[in-house]
């Protein structure tokens, strides 16, 4: 699996490079595909645990309304869906590719405590940065907007998952 999910990665990497601004709701529509076969590798009780972790607003329902670690709003029905601005995916707080490059286990690289929900725009940017990166979305008021700013991972949170990946 992990083979084929790099080839297809690396396929759209180069079709990226390709697609002209226009066409890029096509090249959303193709990564969505790719990360829903990422997707159907988390349970549901690991999807759960990511959402818990979110940010909950006052006033806001916790059960369908939550902001990313960036603070873009998501809605918890919105799971895996790329082409609607409340949508989010898992993100691995240490990257994936970083903890398999030294070598870690599925089952260690996905311990809830480095799993979190973030909006699908965050997580794209996002990427292998760490532990500081970029957002792509941030709310203002009850919507999301286009904006960039600098994100770094909780100290805390850093100190445990350098402390149970030994890095």
């Known amino acids: 699996m992990s083979n084929i999910k790099n080839k297809i990665i690396r396929f759209v ?11 890029m709701k096509y090249y959303y529509q193709l990564t969505a595909y790719i990360v829903n076969i990422t997707i159907m590798n988390f349970t549901d009780e690991q999807i759960q645990a990511a959402w818990n972790k979110a940010q909950r607003v006052e006033g806001y329902d916790p059960k369908r309304f939550r902001k990313d670690p960036c603070g873009a709003w998501i809605i918890r029905d919105k799971y895996g869906i790329v082409d ?40 794209r940017y996002k990427g292998d940065f760490f532990p500081s990166y970029l957002s792509k979305v941030i709310a203002k008021g009850n919507k999301n907007e286009e904006r960039e700013e600098r994100m770094t991972i909780n100290s805390k949170i850093l100190e445990k998952l350098k402390q149970i990946y030994n890095f």
């Open 84 to 123: 609607n601005p409340y949508g989010w995916e898992i993100d691995h707080i240490v990257p994936r590719s970083f903890l398999e490059l030294i070598g870690k286990s599925k089952e260690l690289i996905n311990l809830p405590i480095n799993l979190r929900a973030m909006q699908w725009q965050n997580n």
């Open 13 to 23: 990497d180069v079709l990226q490079q390709e697609i002209d601004t226009n066409s």
